[in-house]
């Protein structure tokens, strides 16, 4: 196989694979907001704490995400003088350092940012924020489901005609 040859197949696989992290960042956070509406049901129904809320979250959902409620959970329990700010970044950034995730920054710093509001107010403030933090999931969400045949389709050509125009500028 020549190297014009190899380039058309890399070209059009990079296109495929970039289809593939469109259904994989839609698929993640569909499971990030339903492990969000498990958290906001754990605290706004079961009054448990956030430290328990977490920890049953987590438990109830495997992988990463799984992993990052699981870790907040153990800081927390940890009590070891960090607020809740610092001990969910630390899980958000263990998150996008651990495994390659197909999430944007935009994404990571919205969760990011859910745990600077999430700790130091009540129930329903907590409820609120979750809402909130929901609202901004679905808007991002739908995006991505109204978008995903159009763009999962051009990824998938645009990497086949850039790995065919490769091979005709390199003859």
């Known amino acids: 196989m020549d ?10 696989g990079f296109g495929i694979w ?11 956070l569909e499971q990030l907001r ?6 906001k049901g754990e605290i706004t129904y079961s009054h448990a704490p956030l430290a328990e809320a977490l920890e049953r979250v987590g438990r109830r959902t ?5 992993d990052l409620f699981a870790n907040a959970a153990t ?11 610092e001990i969910w970044c630390r899980a958000v950034n263990g998150l996008s350092k651990g ?6 920054r935009e994404d990571l710093d919205q969760l990011s940012h859910l745990g600077e509001h ?15 933090y929901l ?4 808007l991002s969400i739908d995006y991505l489901r109204s978008n995903q045949r159009e763009r999962c389709r051009l990824y998938a050509s645009l990497g086949v005609m850039g790995g065919m125009l490769l091979v005709i500028v390199m003859y």
């Open 3 to 12: 190297r014009s040859s190899s380039g058309a197949f890399s070209a059009g």
């Open 18 to 28: 970039s289809a593939m992290e469109w259904k994989g960042r839609l698929k993640l």
């Open 34 to 39: 339903q492990m969000i509406y498990f958290l």
């Open 62 to 66: 495997q992988g990463p995400l799984g």
């Open 75 to 85: 800081g927390i329990y940890r009590q070891e003088g960090e607020g809740l700010q």
């Open 99 to 104: 495994t390659r995730l197909p999430l944007t």
């Open 118 to 132: 999430i700790g130091y107010l009540d129930v329903d403030m907590q409820e609120r924020t979750l809402q909130l």
């Open 135 to 138: 609202e901004q999931l679905d």
